[in-house]
T-cell receptor, first 113, second 111 residues
Framework: KNQVEQSPQSLIILEGKNCTLQ??????????LRWYKQDTGRGPVSLTI?????NTKSNGRYTATLDADTKQSSLHITASQLSDSASYIC????????????FGTGTRLLVSP | SQTIHQWPATLVQPVGSPLSLECTVE??????LYWYRQAAGRGLQLLFY??????ISSEVPQNLSASRPQDRQFILSSKKLLLSDSGFYLC??????????FGDGTRLSIL
């Protein structure tokens, strides 16, 4: 069964600190992996996409990594800001199947002043 | 630029009442359109998707239906709502392999 698991479920950090969010998946055959940011009461917004051949990709203070062998991805946030408070959702696209996009349950991040 | 609109933002309905949620997309043509439900503590569940006018796909048995009367309009409906239909409903559009662009969602509460 295709699944995406994220950890931690929730996280509180002080403003200015770094943090790393984890995503493990069992989706096969793998197509790509995206990280989305979802502000409270809003729809998710794509941050970055990782394909099979990519190991690291950055988008400003966000850096995503992918290890296709171990089926793990991480999202590292550098120098956190209050506006980073949101849920971060890992989404893996399968090559086949009705629901090709398999969504993780997200990590809820709170950046405290 | 492309935009996606969903309404209403919140809705409170009694059990057994009908439902109609509307989603429209601007700035693009022939998008793939999606309806998702997001339950607390769970990942998004795909309810329906559409690759063109009148074309609706779903593999999840449910109390809901979807229609696409126009290229950039996607409607989620129910004839009789159940308590279990409560949740956060998200509409999205995408190109085949591109990112999902989500609306701001409708929070549906069934009483």
């Amino acid at each position: 069964k295709n699944q995406v698991e994220q950890s931690p479920q929730s996280l509180i950090i002080l403003e200015g600190k770094n943090c790393t969010l984890q995503c493990n998946y069992t989706v096969s055959p793998f197509s790509n992996l995206r990280w989305y940011k979802q502000d409270t009461g809003r729809g998710p917004v794509s941050l970055t996409i990782m394909t099979f051949s990519e190991n690291t990709k950055s988008n400003g203070r966000y850096t995503a990594t992918l290890d296709a062998d171990t089926k793990q991805s991480s999202l590292h946030i550098t120098a956190s800001q209050l506006s980073d408070s949101a849920s971060y959702i890992c989404v893996v696209r399968a090559q086949t199947g009705f629901q090709k996009l398999v969504f993780g349950t997200g990590t809820r991040l709170l950046v405290s002043p | 630029s492309q935009t996606i609109h969903q309404w209403p933002a919140t809705l409170v309905q009694p059990v057994g009442s009908p439902l109609s949620l509307e989603c429209t997309v601007e700035g693009t043509s022939n998008p793939n359109l999606y309806w998702y439900r997001q339950a607390a503590g769970r990942g998004l569940q795909l309810l329906f998707y559409s690759v063109g006018i009148g074309q609706i796909s779903s593999e999840v048995p449910q109390n809901l239906s979807a229609s696409r009367p126009q290229d950039r309009q996607f409607i989620l409906s129910s004839k009789k709502l159940l308590l279990s239909d409560s949740g956060f409903y998200l509409c999205a559009w995408a190109r085949t392999e591109g990112p999902q662009h989500f609306g701001d969602g409708t929070r549906l509460s069934i009483l």
